[in-house]
Nanobody
Framework: QVQLVESGGGLVQPGGSLRLFCATS????????MGWYRQAPGKQRELVAK???????MYEDSVKGRFTISRDNAKNTVYLQMNSLKPEDTAVYYC????????????WGQGTQVTVSS
């Protein structure tokens, strides 16, 4: 059974920072495209960022320059560093693993809540 385990969410003030973590198995981490997605209340789940095994990345336009996705191959963990957070970043953030960079995720984590509010 594939497991993606997220952590690191919480409540932060506008302009603040948070770092999300997603750990998975070595097999998934080394062969799948890892990504972060988010779903705000009443909205569809959307892609935030993806990272390939070689380190290439892609970002949703609204987070470019503020969010950074990275990976630690020794720990089978992918990170999402979120800076300059805005209230509109409030959502449940999900880690996903997919077979291709442009395709949907095949496996999902349980999600972690990020709330940006003063």
């Amino acid at each position: 059974q594939v497991q993606l385990v997220e952590s690191g969410g919480g409540l932060v003030q506008p302009g603040g920072s948070l770092r999300l973590f997603c750990a998975t198995s070595k097999n998934i981490f080394s062969t799948y495209v890892m990504g972060w997605y988010r779903q705000a209340p009443g909205k569809q789940r959307e892609l935030v960022a993806k990272i390939l095994s070689g380190g290439s990345t892609m970002y949703e336009d609204s987070v470019k320059g503020r969010f950074t996705i990275s990976r630690d191959n020794a720990k089978n963990t992918v990170y999402l560093q979120m800076n300059s957070l805005k209230p509109e970043d409030t959502a449940v953030y999900y880690c996903g693993a997919g077979r291709t960079i442009y395709g949907p995720a095949d496996y999902w984590g349980q999600g972690t809540q990020v709330t940006v509010s003063s």
